[in-house]
């Protein structure tokens, strides 16, 4: 009885937290970013240090990247910028990954000090390339919680 309770509380606290990390998304204020070099490069390099593989890149919006698990001669990296959005001091950067299984994930990193954190991570089956449309994937519940970046 006692781990069934821990595990209702665990996620209830994680719905929590994942609603009010994504409750900025809502924000009229927000900046949105659709290329690499409009984001801060110290939260890009974040991100990346949390991938989980050992292909570190990240390619810009429309550039090429490996969408299967059929590498070409080109060598371009499985991660692709989809979308990004800065609220205040917490990033979200929507990437479409490649390789075995494609997928998309959404990303928040939280500034705090000088150092990034993860505050969310999820994967959705689709991108979704502008922010209404990631909006409402969000409120459908499209994304599922993952640490597999």
Not at 38 to 44: F, K, R
Not at 48 to 71: M, P, Q, V, W
Not at 78 to 95: E, K, M, P, S
Request: hydrophobic share 40%; with cysteine; glycine share 6%.
């Amino acid at each position: 009885m006692p781990r069934v309770a821990i595990f209702a509380v665990a996620t209830l606290c994680a719905a929590s937290v994942r609603g009010s990390v994504l409750d900025s998304l809502s924000r009229n204020d927000l900046r949105i970013a659709t290329r690499l070099r409009e984001i801060d490069p110290s939260a890009v390099d974040a991100l990346k240090r949390h991938f989980s593989d050992d292909d570190r890149r990240l390619a810009d919006r429309g550039a090429g990247f490996e969408g299967t698990d059929a590498i070409g001669p080109e060598n371009f990296p499985q991660r692709r910028l989809v979308l990004a959005a800065r609220a205040g001091d917490t990033w979200f950067i929507h990437y479409e990954h490649g390789g075995r299984g494609y997928h998309s994930h959404l990303v928040a990193l939280t500034r705090s000090d000088h150092s990034w954190r993860l505050a969310y991570a999820a994967t959705a089956f689709y991108t979704y390339d502008t922010l209404p449309k990631l909006r409402a994937a969000i409120r459908k519940r499209k994304f599922d919680n993952t640490y597999d970046l």
